[in-house]
Nanobody
Framework: QVQLVESGGGLVQAGGSLRLSCAAS????????MGWFRQAPGKEREFVAAISWAGGTTYEADSVKGRFTISRDNAKNTVYLQMNSLKPEDTAVYYC???????????????????????WGQGTQVTVSS
């Protein structure tokens, strides 16, 4: 089991920045690729960014590319999402997730598919005012 706790959400004006953190406990954090997803009211949960177990490979959604950056610190068991140039349409609950999979190589690889993540945090609210 992996337990995930997000923090860093809040209210910010358009154009501002926030950094989300996701602290992991339980099984070895560095064994898992990690992802960030978000869900706005009335919408389905969507992919935001993902990072491989060692941080060498990252993916971002087109809607956030160039504005959001995912990173991780395996020594601190933490994954981050730096969000710059925020827009009102970024308003959502943001979730971090740890990759599932039956073998190590699968769990190491980042994915854009939320169905491939086995462990989820409780979410943190991000609200961007215009």
């Amino acid at each position: 089991q992996v337990q995930l706790v997000e923090s860093g959400g809040g209210l910010v004006q358009a154009g501002g920045s926030l950094r989300l953190s996701c602290a992991a406990s339980g099984r070895t954090f560095s064994s898992y690729a990690m992802g960030w997803f978000r869900q706005a009211p009335g919408k389905e949960r969507e992919f935001v960014a993902a990072i491989s177990w060692a941080g060498g490979t990252t993916y971002e959604a087109d809607s956030v590319k160039g504005r959001f950056t995912i990173s991780r610190d395996n020594a601190k068991n933490t994954v981050y999402l730096q969000m710059n140039s925020l827009k009102p349409e970024d308003t959502a609950v943001y979730y971090c997730a740890a990759r599932g999979g039956s073998d190590t190589y699968t769990r190491w690889a980042p994915s854009r598919d939320l169905n491939e993540y086995a462990y989820w945090g409780q979410g943190t609210q991000v609200t961007v005012s215009s």
